[in-house]
């Protein structure tokens, strides 16, 4: 209680708020005493829950002694008002309402490319095709040097300033400029915006021979028409299994969630339900018309796995559907519907909870340090330890099948995979502090430009990793920016740091993002779990069969 008093009084608008409510005190007695008569106080209307507020805003607005910018005061007070609510109804204003809505309706207005920015300059990785970039011949490794003639490049620009240079409505153009390798001067290129696709589905290729992989990173507008092209190749290559990731995935629509949970149940399976104080109860369920009822299934998920992650997850929990594999998820069970304003800004409102098919709630208490609770698992000991892992066994529920389930704070997997420690060391630490491999694949990939652009194979890629020395280059790469192993510890980092070069590095090639992810994936624990358990239970089947 203390802590919140103490929070209430170091807000500066609680000050704001007290002063204004004491000048129009204040005024008012004068205007009394000066008169020499006394005004009946105004009435507070019991029927008018917000009668109060309107009226100390009334008073500032005809008694306030200085002008005063009411919009000011509006935009500054409505997010302190939202956040009161609880964590995740918030106020946008019309900027980052348009930035919030274009993350997640599939596309947005811009260039399109991809890019790093490994040091202090920004390298396209890769030009979308067909796109505004490409068809004024920007190409994977120019450096974007000046934006509509501001210098961006070794100044220490932020990439989001950058992004936003980037970005425009439609139509409208850019210039920027350009220094591409071999080229003395800058190449000046006009560019025409244009909407850009986003794709929620990063990577999609086949682990083993029978088990697929398809990494979602967000629910977006598209995802569950994506989800069903890259399921659709993945089957034709032989898929029987899937690693559905669904890491780090923050949620987004709820629609797209039941919609990609639906391909997995059969008819009449509850996926989720809604209520709230204002919101009659709403249950989602099945339709039976998913393409992949029969398919052995694991959904991974950790910490940052969020809102629509988590109905997925529960909801395949619940009905024993498959596996959900990984770390605790975030623990978003609160359902956010938009508002918007004439002026383009709006909220984003807390109107009803969701639940599993058991019943369970996995929101997490609001608390002080509700925005901290990552780090307190990662001091308890949980991001290693399934044991550290905290339940509450009055929010103790069941699944179909019987097995034990709890809400009130984010989804326990079946099967806890720690976070992996293995291979790390001092010499590993530096270098990623230095982000030394993103810095040094955009160098190897200037270098190698021409065959990287041809290669469309991991069997070329090899080769060309071989034939230019990868290990040996970055050795001396990272000597030459004062890193060096200590006895013992490349042997230690070694394999870890070349799987991460060989992906940063396959970016540019024509495999692009799938290359980045083959590479990624072969250092991930969880990955390797997934193998080992699909390999036991093919194991199984075939000696039931044989029985």
């Not at 929070?7 to 500066?12: A, K, M, R, S, T």
């Not at 309107?54 to 997010?79: F, H, M, R």
């Not at 080229?183 to 290729?205: C, M, N, Q, W, Y």
């Not at 391909?263 to 099945?286: H, P, Q, S």
Request: charged share 25%; net charge negative.
């Amino acid at each position: 209680m203390f802590k919140k008093l103490k929070d209430l009084l170091d807000n500066p608008w609680f000050w704001i708020f007290l002063l204004l409510i004491g000048v129009a005190f204040w005024l008012g007695t004068m205007r009394r005493l000066a008169r020499g008569n006394i005004i009946k106080p105004v009435e507070i209307s019991d029927s008018k829950r917000w009668s109060k507020l309107l009226l100390v805003l009334d008073q500032v607005e005809k008694n306030y002694v200085d002008s005063i910018s009411s919009e000011g005061i509006t935009e500054s007070s409505l997010p302190y008002i939202l956040e009161r609510l609880d964590p995740h109804s918030v106020y946008l204003p019309p900027k980052d309402l348009k930035e919030a809505d274009e993350s997640l309706s599939g596309n947005f207005s811009g260039i399109g490319i991809e890019f790093n920015v490994p040091e202090d300059t920004l390298v396209v990785i890769n030009v979308v095709p067909n796109g505004p970039s490409e068809r004024v011949g920007l190409l994977s490794g120019d450096r974007i040097v000046t934006i509509d003639g501001r210098n961006v490049a070794g100044i220490k620009f932020s990439q989001d300033s950058m992004m936003k240079l980037l970005r425009g409505p439609v139509n409208t153009k850019v210039n920027v400029g350009i220094k591409r390798n071999g080229e003395k001067d800058l190449l000046s290129f006009d560019i025409t915006r244009g909407i850009i696709p986003v794709h929620s589905v990063d990577a999609a290729l086949m682990l083993t021979p029978t088990l697929g992989y398809i990494k979602i990173s967000s629910f977006s507008l598209t995802t569950h028409k994506e989800f069903l092209v890259a399921a659709a190749q993945l089957s034709q290559q032989g898929m029987k299994s899937l690693l559905l990731d669904l890491r780090d995935n923050p949620g987004g629509y709820m629609e797209q969630a039941n919609l990609l949970a639906n391909e997995f149940l059969n008819k009449g399976d509850k996926i989720v339900y809604m209520e709230g104080r204002m919101r009659k109860r709403e249950d989602v369920t099945a339709t039976g018309s998913g393409h992949f009822k029969d398919l052995r299934l694991y959904v991974a998920i950790n910490e940052n796995s969020a809102s629509s992650s988590e109905i997925v997850a529960g909801a395949i929990q619940d009905n024993d559907r498959g596996v959900i594999i990984g770390r605790r998820s975030f623990g978003k069970g609160l359902v956010q519907e938009p508002v918007y304003f004439s002026d383009n800004s709006g909220i984003r409102l807390t109107v009803a909870r969701f639940y599993t098919p058991s019943g369970r709630c996995i929101q997490k208490p609001y608390t002080d340090d509700y925005r901290y609770d990552i780090l307190e698992r990662y001091q308890r000991g949980e991001m290693q330890n399934a044991d550290s892992i905290k339940v509450n066994d009055s929010l103790k529920y069941t699944t179909v099948h019987g097995n034990v389930v709890y809400g009130g704070g984010g989804i326990i997997p079946d099967v806890f995979v720690p976070m992996d420690t293995t291979g790390v060391t001092d010499f590993l630490v530096k270098v990623n502090r230095k982000s030394l491999q993103m810095r040094f694949s955009s160098l190897f990939a200037d270098h190698n430009r021409e065959s990287l652009n041809a290669i469309s194979d991991y069997g070329s890629l090899e080769e060309l990793f071989r034939k230019e020395s990868l290990a040996t280059q970055f050795r001396l790469y990272a000597a030459s920016e004062g890193v060096r192993p200590a006895p013992g510890e490349w042997e230690i980092s070694g394999d870890i740091l070349l799987e991460q070069l060989k992906g940063l590095i396959g970016r540019y090639s024509a495999m692009k993002e799938d290359a980045f992810y083959h590479y990624i994936l072969k250092i991930d624990n969880l990955v390797d779990k997934v193998e080992a358990l699909d390999s036991e239970k093919d194991s199984t089947e075939k000696e039931t069969q044989e029985q």
